[in-house]
């Protein structure tokens, strides 16, 4: 059974770092492409970022950019995602999921990141 | 940048009612085309991926189509389990999600 364990939100002021942590099981994680996808509160779905298995290819939504960094270590099945320069819209509960076929097929539960003064 | 507009944002329906939720891109997306539901508190689910192809362990009520930029998903009979949000995503170039249907209790 897949399972994706999101850590690493918390309570942040703007302009600061922040990095997500995934921490996967129960799948091949070295052949399976992964996500980042947000949902601001009470506001819908906004993928964010995607890594290719082999970790050669990273995708970023044009909001993130520039800012946001995605990785994998595949020596502990662990995807990351590296925020910087964090902005009160960046407020939103982060997503680690499974990416098969361009789909996000098994998620995690979410982690929340609260950006504010 | 492609966009995706779902309609309606809202639809109050009743058990055993056929509902029909639709999803229009901004340009061609072929048929890389998912639909996903969210219960309140809990991660999305994926049911549909390819416009049509039911994800394994997901209820054959539920089933999608496609014509051109137009995608439907429809539940040929609610179930009270079914109440939830409704959001398309198309992944044809990078990703984009629809801003979401809500299936209230009529």
């Known amino acids: 059974e897949v399972h994706l364990l999101e850590s690493g939100g918390g309570f942040i002021e703007p302009g600061e770092s922040l990095r997500l942590s995934c921490a996967a099981s129960?799948?091949?994680?070295?052949?399976?492409?992964m996500s980042w996808v947000r949902q601001a509160p009470g506001k819908g779905l906004e993928w964010v970022s995607t890594?290719?298995?082999?970790?050669?290819?990273?995708y970023y939504a044009d909001s993130v950019k520039d800012r946001f960094t995605i990785s994998r270590d595949t020596s502990i099945d662990t995807l990351y995602l590296q925020m910087n320069s964090l902005r009160a819209e960046d407020t939103a509960l982060y997503y680690c999921a499974k990416t098969r076929g361009g789909v996000q097929d098994s998620w995690g539960q979410g982690t929340l990141v609260t950006v504010s003064s | 940048d492609i966009q995706m507009t779902q309609s309606p944002s809202t639809l109050s329906a009743s058990v055993g009612d056929r509902v029909t939720i639709t999803c229009r891109a901004s340009?061609?997306?072929?048929?890389?085309l998912a639909w996903y539901q969210q219960k309140p508190g809990k991660a999305p689910k994926l049911l549909i991926y390819?416009?049509?192809n039911l994800e394994s362990g997901v209820p054959s009520r539920f089933s999608g189509s496609a014509s051109g930029t137009e995608f439907t998903l429809t539940i040929s009979s609610l179930q009270p389990d079914d109440f939830a949000t409704y959001y398309c995503?198309?992944?044809?170039?990078?990703?984009?999600f629809g801003q979401g249907t809500k299936l209230e209790i009529k």
């Open positions: 129960g799948f091949t994680f070295t052949s399976s492409a």
């Open positions: 390819k416009a049509s």
């Open positions: 340009q061609s997306i072929s048929s890389w």
């Open positions: 995503q198309q992944y044809d170039s990078a990703w984009t």
């Open positions: 890594i290719s298995g082999s970790g050669g290819h990273t």
